[in-house]
């Protein structure tokens, strides 16, 4: 199964990590958060947050945000832990996107960084986010895309040489994917990091 793959190779990489991405993290992330639009109020749910990156920033702006990571590798999970160690309303807990172990409706905002091509079942993982999200709530989902050239390229060495790797999607089946778990896209965009690498970023509420 995928998933145990992608959790070998991150157990692997875990204490690299944050060191070898770090401009590659840094940047993708610090948008993430400009974009999301996070209220001290809200309770986030990081999906596949890895080594809790994102939760380090949005503690820089609000140390008392409430917020769940979950990951399916133990070794990124341990990093996570540890530089939220100081504040106790953050958690993490080892799970797969495709079967979240919350209660629907628990969360207000949902977000999911540079991951979504690792998810073996794309379409349970977003049913899944629909049924913890609250009804008012939004997902912010920020991962490559594969309307750009490189990412074409990439998408396609990695599926041979990476078994880890699962799928890039183009901004049109990325969105698609998002409508039929009934979600509606309020916005979203494609962004170029560098000269030719792309990513996009789409939010997205619970169809009414
Ligand atoms: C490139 S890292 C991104 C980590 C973090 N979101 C960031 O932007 O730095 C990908 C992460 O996705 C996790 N992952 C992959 N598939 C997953 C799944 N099905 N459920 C939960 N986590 C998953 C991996 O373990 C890894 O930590």
């Not at 997902?139 to 990439?154: G, N, P, S």
Request: glycine residues 4%; charged residues 20%.
């Amino acid at each position: 199964m995928n998933e145990t793959t992608v959790r070998k190779q991150y157990n692997q990489l875990a204490a690299i990590y944050d060191l070898r991405w770090k401009d590659y993290i840094a940047n993708t992330l610090s948008f993430l958060k400009t974009w999301v639009e996070i209220s001290p109020t809200d309770t986030v749910l990081d999906i596949a947050c890895g080594t809790g990156e994102f939760e380090r920033l949005l503690l820089t702006e609000y140390s008392g945000q409430q917020i769940v990571g979950i990951d399916i590798s133990e070794n990124m999970l341990a990093i996570a832990k540890l530089k939220c160690s100081a504040y106790p309303q953050v958690s993490f807990q080892t799970a797969s996107a495709s079967t979240l172990p919350f209660d629907s409706n628990s969360f207000d905002v949902i977000v999911s960084a540079n991951s979504f091509h690792y998810f073996d079942q794309p379409l349970a993982a977003l049913k899944e986010m629909r049924r913890v999200l609250k009804p008012d709530g939004k997902v912010i989902i920020l991962d490559w895309c594969r309307d750009y050239l490189l990412c074409k390229i990439f998408d396609l060495a990695l599926k041979v040489f990476d078994p880890a790797h699962k799928q890039c999607y183009t901004q049109n089946e990325f969105h698609s994917l998002l409508k039929d778990a009934n979600f509606a896209v309020c916005s979203a965009t494609k962004i170029r990091f560098g000269v030719v690498w792309g990513l996009m970023v789409a939010t997205a509420k619970l169809k009414t």
